[in-house]
């Protein structure tokens, strides 16, 4: 590989002012900006970006943390803050965790080597709040809380009127067993979507009936079974998101049950495949390429010391398709 001083030699100056020319740092004489330009061109010579970032105490950099790559709403939103992070001159370390909290501490410190910005963190771990805690660079959470730990700012959709507007739109529907598949780890996000289900229960006078579900395609499967055996006369069920919705429907269908005529299904997201799924899923809609575009913009914000908002709540809407008795007079 080319070297700086390789570079400062066929131009016949300094690498200080090469380094001068590359930076933008000083002004450098015309003709020895143009021989420098020239013989960059020549030797094909790229810098040592961790070099530079360890100088300029600026990678340029975006770290981002998401507990799982394969489900589409964090790699929607990771898209998203790629996207705005882009358009500023910045890219983005992208890690998939797996809820692993080691690894999650492991990746944090590599992105406080490597002089990131700023994080983004989507985390299933209560621990990684104690290992932020010590992070000197901004830090957004998105869609969790961590208990405990003070992060920069917030975002998030409103859960709770999410998981309110879903029940309640089957209970208008006519639903009268209506089973919520509640997160079962704390999230702060889950949390809030069961308690709004648990208010539409009492508003309409209606049983609460759940069953503990994570937010993955598998967990959905074990969960949906476990609905049909506890709650034979379900028919309304709220998921946990997009993809759980998806596998209720296919466990489901596979019993005999059939959607929306027997049992009407809620998701939670409105991820892009949503859509194209058959039948078309009734869902609550959050706005991830907003609430990605946002989590990006803060950390540009902080990093050039303006000013942000701390706690961001996004409003949900629902989206009514095919998995649910089509009712307009709602």
Do not use: W
Request: aromatic share 8%; net charge neutral.
């Amino acid at each position: 590989m080319t070297s700086i001083r390789e570079v400062a030699k066929l131009a016949g100056v300094s690498p200080a002012t090469v380094s001068r020319v590359m930076n933008g740092t000083a002004n450098v004489n015309e003709e020895k900006k143009k021989r420098v330009e020239a013989a960059i061109k020549e030797t094909g010579f790229q810098p040592n970006e961790l070099a530079r970032a360890l100088y300029k105490k600026s990678s340029k950099m975006i770290g981002m943390i998401v507990p799982d790559i394969e489900n589409p709403f964090f790699s929607e939103l990771a898209k998203a803050v790629e996207d705005t992070a882009y358009q500023n001159g910045y890219r983005i370390l992208l890690c998939s965790s797996g809820g692993d909290e080691e690894k999650e501490a492991v990746n944090i410190q590599m992105f406080n080597q490597l002089r990131v910005d700023g994080i983004v963190v989507m985390t299933n771990c209560a621990e990684t709040g104690k290992v932020l805690a010590d992070c000197p660079i901004p830090v957004v959470l998105v869609d969790r809380k961590l208990d405990g730990f003070k992060e920069n700012a917030f975002i998030e959709s409103d859960n709770y009127r999410g998981g309110f507007m879903a029940a309640e739109y089957l209970a208008k529907c006519g639903c009268k067993n209506i089973v919520c598949m509640k997160e079962p780890n704390g999230y702060s996000s889950g949390r809030r979507r069961y308690e709004g289900y648990l208010d539409v229960c009492k508003n309409y006078n209606l049983k609460e009936q759940s069953v503990d579900c994570r937010y993955n395609y598998e967990s959905g499967l074990r969960a949906a079974e476990e609905i049909l055996k506890k709650y034979p006369e379900v028919d309304g069920v709220v998921a946990g998101n997009d993809i759980v919705a998806m596998s209720v429907y296919k466990v489901f269908t596979r019993h005999g049950k059939k959607i929306p005529q027997e049992v009407q299904l809620v998701g939670f997201d409105d991820v892009g495949f949503g859509e194209l799924f058959i039948p078309e899923l009734t869902t609550i809609h959050q706005p991830i390429k907003e609430m990605g575009h946002l989590a990006a913009e803060i950390i540009l914000k902080a990093v050039n010391g303006e000013p942000y908002e701390k706690k961001n709540v996004f409003d949900v809407k629902l989206i009514e398709r095919e998995t649910t008795k089509s009712n307009r007079n709602l």
